[in-house]
Every structure is written in structure tokens, then in C-alpha cells.
């Protein structure tokens, strides 16, 4: 199977099917970058064979299995692709399209989209009933949940062959239809959009907020997951989710998140958001 994005979530996903035994191949357009992600991966995991939560030969199986690409030609016999690249629709269509030109007629093209119309990316493709969301949570290796997400298109064929895929690979699916923000992240929206208004008001400190959430039984606060996911991600999510409602003010994005992603403040992966990062 092939990768593509081997950022946060893409470097997951293909720890997570290396792990289930599947060859990948990682592709990202950013030259060295899938490599960089293999890296991290290798240090990450043989944090844990220290740890003695891993064994040093599985690890040297599930590197072995992940092949950084420089080409996403060298990719043209795999069955599957999930994409994990920037949340923008303009960019996933070209690339799917793209993609087309490449795979064979069988591959299917799975997209990670955090909110993204699973339609929209499928309209333009000549194949659009292959095309399905496979929307992980972040960490990848941590989180169970799988949305399998159709599209008005999809395949129902397709969407149950990444239903059954996903509990393969141990994680929990359910089927979502493509609705904006689908089902968590649309729950999710107002969580942020609160945490951000208060923020504004000066009512505390990020680090009051998360210390509250954590103390009601969150595994973490809402300011420290936001810098997990990173701001560029969470303020492309919300924004999508808010045009996919008609500018429903519900939805309406913060400016609190764009000042951050104008500053380059994306949290974790940047070495700064709402905390600083080694
Ligand atoms: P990221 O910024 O960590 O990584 C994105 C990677 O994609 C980068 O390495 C970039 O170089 C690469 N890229 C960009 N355009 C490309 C292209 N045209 N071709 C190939 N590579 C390209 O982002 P991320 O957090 O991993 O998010 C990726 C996708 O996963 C987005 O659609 C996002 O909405 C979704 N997602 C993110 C989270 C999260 O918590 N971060 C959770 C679920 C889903």
C-alpha cells in the first residue's frame, strides 16, 4: 500500500499497517520528509524496545516494511492509498486525480480528511466510487477509532473493505456518512470554539483550561490537544466545517487560531503553540 503526507498523521498510519504486516511505501512532496518521518518512527520505537513494551525484531520487521518514495510513480502496483497530506480540498482533488493517472483501475483511494466533503474530493476522478474517507485520530498507534466515511459516490463495497481493514489493524471503525466534519471532529467544534472564546475574555491561562479538563476526567485539555493537532489542521477543519454550513455562525473560526497560524505557531510539530515544545 502506498502513504502519502508523512506529517503527524500519515507517518502514523503507516507505523500502524507496517505494524499489521502491510508493505508501504511513504510518499511526501516535500523531499526527505518521508524519510525524516521513518526516522522519528525508528527512535520512537526503540524508545519502547528499551522500554521492553516492544521487541527489538518486531521493530526491525515494521521498519523494514516502510519504504520511503521519491516518486509516487515507483507506487503504481499498490492496492490501496490512503492520503494524509494537507487539509485542502483543492490540493487532495489534484492529487487524487493525479493518482488516477498512475494506480491500477482496482486501487482503492482512501483519504484521511479530517472534514473535508468525501463527495467533493471524489467529483472530477473517473472513478469516483473507489474514493472513501479513512479518517484516523491522533496518535495514529494510540487511537482506536476509524470513521469510514462515504461519500454521496462511494462504493458500499469499498466503504466495508476499509471497515474490515480497520479492524484488522485493531482499531474500532464506524460508518459515517459525509456530513461536515463528519462525526467527532463536528462534536468536537464547539469544545474548541468555547476553549478559544474564553481565551479571548482572558478568563485564564491555557494551562488553567487544560488542568480543569484534565481534573473532569479528560485524558487531555482542550489547549494541549489543539497543539497535538495543530493549529494550521484545526483552523483548516474549522473553516471547512463553517463554509459547509452556509457560515453558520455556530461554526464561526477564532482569532485566536489565526493568529497562531499566521505566526507559525502550530503547536507541537512547530516547537510552539499554545506551549513551547524541546
Ligand atoms: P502535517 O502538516 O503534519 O503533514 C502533512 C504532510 O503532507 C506534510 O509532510 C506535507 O509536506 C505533505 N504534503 C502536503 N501537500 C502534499 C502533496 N500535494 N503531496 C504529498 N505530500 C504533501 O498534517 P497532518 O496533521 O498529518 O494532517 C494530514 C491530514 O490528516 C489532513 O487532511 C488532516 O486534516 C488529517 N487529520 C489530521 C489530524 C491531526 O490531529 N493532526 C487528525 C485526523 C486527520
Do not use: H, I, Y
Given at each position: 500500500m502506498l502513504v502519502i503526507g508523512a506529517g503527524i498523521m500519515g507517518a502514523g498510519i503507516a507505523q500502524v499497517a507496517a505494524q499489521s504486516g502491510h508493505a508501504v511505501m511513504l510518499f511526501d512532496a516535500r523531499e526527505g520528509a518521508a524519510a525524516e518521518a521513518k526516522g522519528k518512527l525508528a527512535q520512537t520505537l526503540e524508545a519502547l524496545v528499551a522500554k521492553g513494551k516492544l521487541s527489538a525484531d518486531s521493530v526491525a520487521q515494521t521498519l523494514d516494511r516502510i519504504e520511503p518514495i521519491?516518486?509516487?510513480?515507483?507506487?503504481?502496483?499498490?492496492r490501496l492509498v490512503v492520503e494524509a497530506i494537507v487539509e485542502r480540498l483543492d490540493v487532495k482533488r489534484a492529487l487524487f486525480k493525479q493518482l488516477e493517472a498512475i494506480v491500477a483501475d482496482d486501487c482503492v483511494l482512501a483519504t484521511n480528511t479530517s472534514s473535508i466533503s468525501v463527495t467533493a474530493i471524489a467529483?472530477?476522478?473517473?472513478?469516483?466510487?473507489?474514493l472513501v474517507g479513512m479518517h484516523f485520530f491522533n496518535p495514529v498507534a494510540l487511537m482506536k477509532l476509524v470513521e469510514v466515511v462515504s461519500g454521496l459516490q462511494t462504493d458500499a463495497a469499498v466503504a466495508e473493505a476499509i471497515f474490515e481493514l480497520s479492524k484488522a489493524w485493531g482499531k474500532t471503525p464506524v460508518h459515517a456518512r459525509s456530513?461536515?466534519?463528519?462525526i467527532v471532529n463536528r462534536i468536537a467544534r464547539p469544545y474548541y470554539a468555547e476553549t478559544l472564546a474564553l481565551l479571548l475574555e482572558q478568563a485564564a491561562t491555557p494551562a488553567v483550561f487544560d488542568a480543569c479538563l484534565r481534573a473532569a476526567?479528560?485524558?487531555?485539555g482542550p489547549c494541549e490537544l489543539m497543539d497535538l493537532i495543530g493549529h494550521d489542521t484545526n483552523f483548516s477543519v474549522t473553516t471547512s466545517v463553517y463554509e459547509a454550513n452556509?457560515?453558520?455562525?455556530?461554526?464561526v473560526p477564532s482569532l485566536v487560531q489565526r493568529e497562531l497560524v499566521d505566526g507559525g505557531l502550530l503547536g507541537r510539530k512547530s516547537g510552539r503553540g499554545f506551549y513551547r515544545y524541546p
Open positions: 521519491a516518486s509516487l510513480e515507483a507506487a503504481a502496483s499498490v467529483n472530477g476522478l473517473q472513478r469516483p466510487q473507489r456530513t461536515p466534519g463528519f476526567g479528560f485524558r487531555m452556509f457560515f453558520d455562525k455556530r461554526f
